[in-house]
């Protein structure tokens, strides 16, 4: 399907894996980096930096970004599973890239433009919570997916503009030193057909507190799944399986006969919310058991995490040490 292209994407440790990030992102990827000959998925601590002050966060939440793809069975003898910055190539080629990348387009991106009209909605310096991490964000995003020679960037919508970034950054640079020396990448937006809803109905989200995350230990998962909002309709009326969270939720991870059955049980009527909330509990539980153990192992033994994440930080060094030493040939007249 991917033929001989490389794919590559990031993740970002800022949470708990939960079980949107599951289903919009984490199964895809998961199912990518297992098709795809050549596929990078590191996990992007230095992007998260701009917002997380604290480094014992982001060193939790990078082990469990990396539990999680383990646990959910990325091939990582195939794919390349590393932490962005335990590639010193990272910085150097950010660097360069600087001096490509024209101000203006930085002004155009869309996440800092969002904390500039909050701060102007709010009567506060336009400037105000901004630091040059979250400005130049873009910069190290396309040094990110400059690097590898990567073709196809599968990303959710909201970081479409910044791998359309990538794409001026790389254009601006062979402009200037010459045509063949980056990659162009094209970005591939994951189809999910709506974002999973949360426990209250909105977006399941770390920012509206309303998420459940994949790896609840069975108690939690039951006390947060019976907390899912409803309407007030009675056991017997009829309901609209694709208004309801509890359905929504309940078909990713069912199979078709258990779907339908569950379809059924929603629009016939006779079926409370309740019993609803319960099935769902069960199928979770049921689907996430095995995952569960070996992610409790990992994080239990960090070790386990460390050594993959370091044999491929190794492999994806090769190709950085080739680029960086393309590029600042170019740019510089010798390799850095
Ligand atoms: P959050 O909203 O919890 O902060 P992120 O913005 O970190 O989540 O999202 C990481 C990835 O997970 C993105 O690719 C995003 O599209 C996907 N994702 C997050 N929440 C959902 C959701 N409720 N439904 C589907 N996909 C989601
Ligand atoms: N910015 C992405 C996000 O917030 C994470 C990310 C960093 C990324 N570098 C990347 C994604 C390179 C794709 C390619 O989700």
Same mark, same amino acid.
């Given at each position: 399907? +991917?033929?001989?292209?490389?794919?590559?994407?990031?993740?970002?440790?800022? /949470?708990?894996?939960?079980? /949107?990030? #599951?289903?919009?992102?984490?199964?895809?990827?998961?199912?990518?980096? !297992?098709?795809?000959?050549?596929?990078?998925? +590191?996990?992007?601590?230095?992007?998260?930096? !701009?917002?997380?002050?604290? $480094? $014992?966060?982001?060193?939790?939440?990078?082990?469990?970004?990396?539990?999680?793809?383990?646990?959910?069975?990325?091939?990582?003898?195939k794919?390349?599973?590393?932490?962005?910055?335990?590639?010193?190539?990272?910085?150097?080629?950010?660097? #360069? #890239?600087?001096?490509?990348? $024209?101000?203006g387009?930085? !002004?155009?991106?869309?996440?800092?433009?969002?904390?500039?009209?909050?701060?102007?909605? !709010?009567?506060? %310096?336009?400037?105000?919570g901004?630091?040059m991490?979250?400005?130049?964000y873009?910069?190290?995003?396309?040094?990110?997916?400059?690097?590898?020679?990567?073709?196809?960037?599968?990303?959710?919508? %909201?970081?479409?503009?910044?791998?359309?970034?990538?794409?001026?950054?790389?254009?601006?640079?062979?402009?200037?030193?010459?045509? @063949?020396?980056?990659?162009v990448?094209?970005?591939?937006?994951q189809?999910? *057909?709506?974002?999973?809803?949360?426990?209250?109905?909105?977006?399941?989200?770390?920012?509206?507190?309303?998420?459940?995350?994949? +790896?609840d230990?069975?108690?939690?998962?039951?006390k947060?799944?019976?907390?899912?909002?409803?309407?007030?309709?009675?056991?017997?009326?009829?309901?609209?399986? %694709? @208004?309801?969270?509890?359905?929504?939720?309940?078909?990713?991870?069912?199979?078709?006969?258990?779907?339908?059955?569950?379809?059924?049980?929603f629009?016939?009527?006779?079926? /409370?919310?309740?019993?609803?909330?319960?099935?769902?509990?069960?199928?979770?539980?049921?689907?996430?058991?095995?995952?569960? @153990?070996?992610?409790?192992?990992?994080?239990?033994?960090?070790?386990?995490?460390?050594?993959?994440?370091? *044999?491929g *930080?190794?492999r994806?060094r090769?190709? *950085?040490?080739?680029?960086v030493?393309?590029?600042?040939?170019?740019?510089?007249?010798? $390799?850095?």
């Amino acid at each position: 399907m +991917f033929d001989d292209k490389t794919v590559l994407t990031g993740v970002k440790p800022t /949470g708990t894996p939960h079980l /949107g990030n #599951l289903i919009g992102a984490i199964k895809p990827v998961i199912e990518m980096g !297992n098709q795809a000959e050549k596929a990078f998925i +590191f996990i992007a601590d230095l992007h998260a930096l !701009n917002a997380v002050r604290d $480094s $014992s966060l982001i060193q939790k939440w990078t082990y469990e970004v990396a539990a999680t793809y383990m646990a959910l069975g990325l091939d990582t003898d195939k794919a390349v599973l590393f932490r962005q910055s335990d590639v010193p190539e990272i910085y150097k080629l950010t660097v #360069l #890239l600087m001096n490509v990348t $024209s101000k203006g387009l930085m !002004n155009r991106s869309h996440a800092y433009k969002a904390v500039v009209a909050d701060n102007e909605a !709010n009567g506060k %310096d336009p400037d105000f919570g901004v630091n040059m991490g979250l400005f130049t964000y873009p910069v190290l995003m396309a040094a990110d997916i400059l690097l590898y020679n990567t073709d196809l960037v599968p990303v959710g919508r %909201d970081q479409k503009q910044h791998v359309e970034m990538s794409r001026d950054i790389a254009g601006s640079l062979n402009n200037l030193y010459g045509k @063949e020396l980056l990659v162009v990448p094209e970005p591939v937006i994951q189809k999910v *057909a709506a974002a999973i809803p949360g426990l209250d109905g909105r977006k399941m989200s770390k920012s509206y507190d309303n998420y459940i995350p994949i +790896f609840d230990q069975p108690k939690a998962l039951r006390k947060k799944i019976m907390k899912i909002v409803t309407d007030s309709k009675r056991p017997e009326d009829p309901k609209d399986p %694709d @208004e309801s969270t509890i359905y929504l939720l309940y078909q990713h991870f069912a199979t078709t006969e258990e779907a339908a059955a569950m379809r059924e049980n929603f629009t016939k009527g006779g079926m /409370g919310y309740g019993d609803a909330k319960k099935a769902l509990f069960e199928l979770i539980d049921r689907e996430m058991a095995e995952p569960r @153990e070996k992610y409790y192992d990992l994080l239990a033994n960090p070790q386990q995490i460390e050594d993959v994440l370091m *044999a491929g *930080a190794d492999r994806a060094r090769e190709v *950085a040490q080739e680029m960086v030493a393309r590029v600042s040939k170019a740019m510089l007249g010798r $390799s850095i």
